[in-house]
């Protein structure tokens, strides 16, 4: 039970913390593309901005509800890893740019690895089809 009080306040924690940047991208995704994706030289930058923006959405409000929990973490955990080599390319090894992508990151490996937890949609959903 501990344990997965553990997983729910780092579900929490994360989702709750990282959703806001989703939205912030919506708000100009041309400001974004240019100053992130543009950068990296990826084709189709505003498209990858859009899936950048949706998968810290989407995936935020997955972990928070823990329905579909590790996919919603996996979304995150392939934007903070492009989020991270963007950093490191454009800014070196500077602490102060990673450490908040490197918890985020952190957080939904943690999630993606371990699961939820008891306290998810995912956990009654699984327990209600073994009682079928």
């Not at 989702?15 to 041309?30: D, P, Q, V």
Request: proline share 2%.
């Amino acid at each position: 039970m501990i344990k997965s009080l553990g997983f729910l306040l780092l579900r929490l924690s994360v989702g709750i913390m990282l959703i806001h940047h989703g939205y912030e991208k919506l708000e100009n995704i041309e400001n974004f593309a240019d100053a992130f994706v543009r950068p990296l030289h990826l084709p189709f930058p505003i498209f990858f901005s859009y899936i950048a923006a949706f998968s810290e959405i989407v995936g935020s409000w997955m972990i928070i509800f823990g329905l579909g929990t590790r996919l919603g973490a996996l979304a995150i955990l392939g934007t903070m890893s492009f989020a991270i080599y963007h950093a490191v390319v454009t800014g070196g090894f500077n602490i102060y740019l990673l450490e908040l992508l490197v918890l985020y990151w952190g957080g939904a490996a943690c999630i993606v690895l371990s699961g939820g937890g008891k306290f998810t949609i995912d956990h009654l959903i699984l327990r209600t089809l073994k009682q079928v």
